[in-house]
């Protein structure tokens, strides 16, 4: 598959475990250790956020397109608001937004700050070797986001 954007991708250094206990929408805690020769989309969110649930249709289309050629989407949700932290009100609103890729509640902030992420929305794309290669902050950029995951889908592995 041609991307459609001609993208580089630089290496931008190994991305940090995943340390979240409380997932949704899978049986089992997600680590980049067990995904080796996937490609992960990292979503740093918060339901809140207007713009965050702007980028939900894309980051759903993309798990419903590759899913099974290799794409994990994961949404990693770290609140802003006191409401934003009770995990019935992000299981609504998984409901609400209708996402079916898994979400890790990220209360204690762990996750956001092992990859440094100051705003939301942030996207990570980590390769099949568990890199960092490609980032994005806010909405937007549709075409080379998609355009990144295709071109690190078809990456050899290893």
């Known amino acids: 598959m041609e991307p459609l954007i001609k993208v580089s991708l630089p290496d931008l250094g190994t991305a940090p475990e995943l340390q979240n ?46 899913k099974d050629g290799g794409l994990v989407v994961i949404g990693n949700h770290y609140p802003e608001f006191k409401h934003e ?14 996402i079916p890729y898994a979400v890790a509640q990220d ?15 942030t996207l990570f794309l980590v390769d099949k070797r568990g890199h960092i290669r ?14 990144a995951i295709q071109a690190l889908l078809a990456e050899n592995y290893p």
């Open 21 to 66: 206990e409380i997932w949704l929408n899978t049986n089992q805690p997600l680590r980049l250790a067990d995904l080796g020769g996937k490609v992960v989309l990292l979503d740093m969110w918060t339901f809140g956020c207007i713009n965050c649930q702007r980028v939900v249709p894309y980051l759903r289309e993309w798990h419903d397109r590759y």
């Open 85 to 98: 932290r009770d995990l019935n009100n992000l299981r609504a609103a998984l409901v609400d937004l209708d």
């Open 107 to 121: 209360n204690d902030r762990a996750t956001w700050t092992a990859y440094r992420t100051r705003f939301w929305p």
């Open 134 to 147: 490609y980032t994005h902050i806010g909405e937007g950029r549709y075409a080379e986001t998609e355009s």
